[in-house]
């Protein structure tokens, strides 16, 4: 799609950036109804789940040992982090610094959401 394609003033990139922000009012199956609140068919936590899995996959050698386990209880949601033995130091870091940067990015996703999310990272 070319700018001339395009209303005047707008070009695809605000219209593709529209798109991943989630705000195109024109959007017949939009699944937000408006008031903010997403529809039931998703999965609690997995704006933060997905988080994980992609921080972790890029910072261990072997991403395909990488497995996230969801147990969901009243509190919120325990996200529980498995990687091979080998990457294990990688996810904890120094003094577990990349492991309490972890925890702390994917908080921060699940209170997009307003969900309460921990991360516990398993031998």
Known sequence: MSDADTPAGESFNDDYDADLRGDNSDDS?????????VDGNRAEGSTARTVLDYV???????????????????????????????????????RGRVAQAIRTVVRAAGAAEDVNTSVDIVD
């Open 29 to 37: 199956d939009d699944s937000r109804d408006g008031s903010g609140d």
């Open 56 to 94: 972790a996959k890029a910072i261990v050698d072997d991403p395909d040992s990488v497995d996230i386990e969801v147990d969901e209880d009243r509190r919120g949601v325990t996200l529980r982090l498995t990687v091979a033995p080998d990457d294990m130091g990688k996810v904890i870091g120094r």
